[in-house]
């Protein structure tokens, strides 16, 4: 397997340039499932598996699992920086220094799999209440300094529960354990 396809397995997010009502509940209901399917997908896991990397250069499954975490807790509260204030320039994040903190190393993933329960429900219950009005409204990340409507950033987070589950998945089919 090429270096490219373990590090996008499902390949680079394609968000359609118009957003359907369709493709936002299709991409709702992702995000909704992501942690339940998460923990389903690695709950037999031992500490030695949840210790490997996903690919060389990359991180362990544990820090995979604890980075959707922190960037799902980033990206819900750029939505509610989103709704309260006009069009902000949202705080980037160094996600690769995040990873390499103790509690991305070592702490149990079923503290992140809990929080990422409570944290999908409350942003779904988020998601399902907003407008037309509300998805047409925007953040700026620093990085492009480009407009990303909210309509837009749930196609991505979909795409990113898709992908580091792909991780995951693609890697414990490489290695047997599934």
Known sequence: M???????PIGLANIPEKITKKNIESWISDIERFPHELEFLVRDLSENQLETRYREGGWSVRQVIHHCYDS????YMRFKWALTE??????AYYEERWAELLDAKHSPILLTIDALKGLHAKWVYLLRMLTDKDLEKSFIHPDGKQPVSLKKNIGIYAWHCQHHYAHIEQLMIRKGWK
């Open 72 to 75: 799902h807790h980033n990206s």
């Open 86 to 91: 006009e069009q902000p320039v949202i705080k």
């Open 2 to 8: 090429t270096s490219e396809k373990l590090k996008y």
